[in-house]
């Protein structure tokens, strides 16, 4: 059995999977609201924001590889960048899922794309995934149409996919950049505020969806003779690798910051990070699992196309860690000593812990994202490639 | 003009472009969409529809408030009728001309959470919603020790960062002052819930309190009997929201709103007729005759967290 095939039967086995029992979480979320969730008011962002950021930020590294292709020219990508297109947007679409399951009011969302609030980033936000979606959608139509003239019309489209992909630059620092503005710009969370956040967000975002595309071109194989596959698969390591050590480069500042002086500011939120309750967030998922495996497969394996894949799939599935260590310790603070103890119930507590449903409607989320890459795969001529001149 | 007068009048100007920029979009959004979408999406497009009633207006200008007579002042008198008498006062004056404030005196405040409770009813509160909670803590050590209660509503912050960050232009200041939620807009972000230095605002997840209770129908009083409470209606912002499906308020931030429409009306807020203590204050800050005022000017007021640039129209004295 050829590897497209096994990823193909493994992938739709996980969609089944997910599917089946994410479904329960879904029906949860609309039968009974968020009244089963484990979030509050105090802690009001938890799982599915945490989700949707890395999901958007797993588009937008995917958006890079793109550029890299139609703008840059880089010979070892050349070929993936309708897949490129279409792992960006399925990730996008598992995205728009996830903040949507989230709001209190889903549908009336809709308003934001043709009226938002521009003085709040996350009115930006409606602007500027309206912007994305339409954008991949064009380059995706034009990059597969590429493939399917000939002469003249070929380099026109060419040109087109050239001056879409440099605008699509722009759009992904903003749209990315904005989400890390999202939480940067809140004055009441002391360790979200900051002007860090949308750099660290950026960089995040381009390791993960990076990551991500080492695993997607290893199994399905856009590239096809032998020697392109392996040039492609190390290039894709070592952008890779670069950008882990840059994304590790900014942690390691963002925690030295924090940390260093811990009786000010978010110092003690660092220790609740790196020694708390969750502390296998940090050190077991995100520095065992995230960096050092992969960091150890993209050095000492760099020619292995497999050790390169393992490692992409290691830092993208990780990297939720990632981000529900920058939503969730940003609210563990009380506003006001003793809040918590002013009224009780369950939605007005200092602690969380996703639930059951939640997770499971994050499965139900992830097999639509692989859904609609593998439906998407199967119905484009994602590896058409005649024609080229 | 101060330049807080000339502030509000120009907050007031903004709702009124903002108003018509809304209006044009309401009529260009049903002619663009009303005809190219069908089905389940103009349901969901519907809550737009109801922004053309519920864009504030009927919100920030109420019917004229009609007085009613109040006993002449006497020495002695409860601060209750002095604060009722301001409240007329007040609202005889265009809504921009005035500030509500509040002045809560902790050295009378005796934790005893009627306010919480009376506020709750008043709004018909669901479990996990509150708006005016009141926080007990103590302060030093063994052997001096003391006891500190502070009741906290919505700070009805000057420069609210509440309001900037909502995507939907959901919550914006009134010209007299109050920070309201338009539960119509509200899409249930919590982005609010986020950016308020003072916990005040709390999200409707739709809870009741005979959540899990037992029924035995003919046996005892049991969950439907005891749920009708749970049904009733609240009258905020002054409308009526009643509590079925997963219609708004559920699903919405909530915070306190210095009771609109009780104030409107010329009665207090009901936390401040509530309170055993006489403990808090309400009026017209920028009338130098009423009692708020007068507090407000004490050297031992205070309010929390003057550090974040909230001016909050919520004082404290110590
Ligand atoms: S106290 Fe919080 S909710 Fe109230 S106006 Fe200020 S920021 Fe907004
Ligand atoms: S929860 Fe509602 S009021 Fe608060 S920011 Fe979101 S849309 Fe605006």
Known sequence: MTREKMGNILVWILIIGFGVWGFQGMVDRFANGHVNTAYGSYIPWGLWISAYIWLIGLSAGALMISVMTYVFNVKAVKKVGKMAFLVAIATLVGAMMSVGIDLGHPLRAFKLIYDPNLSSMMGWMAVLYSAYFVTLCIELYFAIRKEQVRGEKQKAIKKILVVLGIWSIPLAFAFHGGV??????????????????????????????????????????????????????????????????????????EVYVGTFYSAFG??????????????????IVHILIGVLIPLFLLTAKAKSPGAVALAGLLIAGSFLAVRLNIVIPGMLDPELKGIADAWVNSKLTFSYLPSVMEWQALLFIVAVVMAVFMIGKKILPIYQTAGEE | MSKEELSRVDENLTLETDESRRDFLDKFSKGIFGGLIAGGIVNALAPVQARADMDGSNLNFAEPFKPFDLPPAIPGEDVILRMMRDLQRALKKPI???????????????????????????????????????????????????????????????????????????TWKRPDGIVIVDYD???????????????????????????????????????????????????????????????????????????????????????????????????DGSDPDSLVAELIASPNAFRLKEEVGTHPSVYYIK
Request: aromatic share 12%; net charge negative; with cysteine.
């Open chain 2, 96 to 170: 921009e001309q005035r500030h509500w404030n509040m002045v809560i005196d902790l050295r009378k405040c005796v934790g005893c959470d009627a306010c919480s409770v009376s506020c709750a009813a008043e709004n018909k509160l669901p479990p996990g919603v509150i708006y005016r909670p009141v926080i007990q803590q103590e302060i030093g050590s063994y052997p001096n020790v003391g006891h500190v209660t502070l009741p906290r509503p919505c700070m009805q912050c000057d420069e609210p960062p509440c309001v900037p960050v909502c995507p939907a232009q959901a």
């Open chain 1, 180 to 253: 890390g503005g999202v939480f940067a710009n809140v004055i009441a969370k002391p360790y979200w505020h900051g002007p860090m956040l949308p750099v660290v967000f950026l960089a995040g975002a381009f390791l993960s969806g990076g990551a991500l595309f080492c695993t997607v071109a290893y199994i399905w194989r856009p590239a096809q003779s032998k020697d392109e596959f392996l040039k492609m698969m190390i290039f894709l390591g070592k952008t890779t690798l670069a950008l882990l050590i840059l994304d590790e480069i900014l942690e390691l500042s």
């Open chain 1, 266 to 283: 978010e110092g003690h939120l660092w220790q609740q990070i790196l020694f708390g309750h969750y502390w296998y967030v940090f050190w």
């Open chain 2, 185 to 283: 807009q509200c899409i249930g972000c919590r982005y609010c819930l986020n950016a308020c230095p003072y916990d005040a605002r709390t999200f409707d997840f739709g809870m009741e309190y005979i959540d899990g209770a037992a029924d035995a129908p003919k046996v005892f009083l049991g969950k439907e009997k005891a749920g009708k409470y749970e049904t009733e209606a609240s009258y905020e912002y002054e409308k009526e929201w009643k509590r079925e499906d997963d219609k708004s308020p559920i699903g919405n931030a909530r915070k306190c709103h210095f009771c609109i429409p009780r104030i409107e009306k010329g009665m207090l807020p009901e936390c401040v007729v509530t309170c055993i203590g006489r403990a808090t204050y309400f009026g």
